[in-house]
């Protein structure tokens, strides 16, 4: 149960931005830029942007954003997405690019203490061809989901068990992107 009253039965961050839509608003709108549009010199795919947040939801134990950022990144890596669940599980064994490799090294550093992002670690990444955007949407996406984590795990909202409810979120995810909820 919620720690805050709700009033609404939706999980997880939707149910946060259903109570206050002038603050889920822009966090929508930054998910969005972040997991859609994303830098203009970026090379990223949007499949690779929602593992990222999975990576980083799994990383902070967020079950919620964990479960319902692989179901988009499984939904939108299509036929691959297998890779998603074998990222989360080991990613130095999982069969994805050097680059998102290195990636997902700079996430897992920006997760537990951004102060050990170091030169060594962006160079890696730009050695296996990451952008300068790449960089920076992975860092931004890394800072936001901690963020995005904490608020859903600090007020203890909704997270489903049935993996049904997050397939479904995983497509509705892929395909409209982040849009408020309409209101009831």
Not at 22 to 47: I, N, V
Not at 70 to 97: C, K
Not at 163 to 175: H, L, S
Request: some cysteine; glycine content about 6%.
């Amino acid at each position: 149960m919620a720690h805050i009253q709700l009033n609404n039965d939706a999980p997880g961050i939707r149910s946060l931005v259903m109570y206050r839509p002038d603050t889920g608003k822009p966090l929508y709108e930054l998910a969005q830029a972040l997991l859609r549009a994303g830098s203009p010199d970026s090379t990223l795919s949007d499949a690779e942007r929602e593992l990222i947040a999975a990576f980083v939801s799994n990383q902070n134990c967020t079950d919620f954003c964990m479960n319902s950022h692989a179901a988009a990144s499984r939904y939108l890596f299509g036929e691959q997405a297998h890779l998603v669940d074998q990222t989360l599980q080991n990613p130095e064994t999982a069969p994805i690019s050097t680059k998102l490799r290195a990636l997902l090294t700079i996430a897992a550093r920006v997760t537990a203490d951004a102060r050990t992002v170091t030169d060594d670690v962006v160079t890696a990444a730009r050695t296996h061809g990451a952008t300068d955007g790449d960089i920076h949407d992975t860092v931004l996406i890394a800072a936001s989901f901690s963020m995005y984590n904490r608020y859903v795990d600090g007020l203890a909202t909704l997270t489903p068990n049935d993996p049904a409810a997050y397939e479904a979120m995983g497509e509705r995810m892929g395909t409209l992107g982040y849009v408020l909820p309409k209101p009831n």
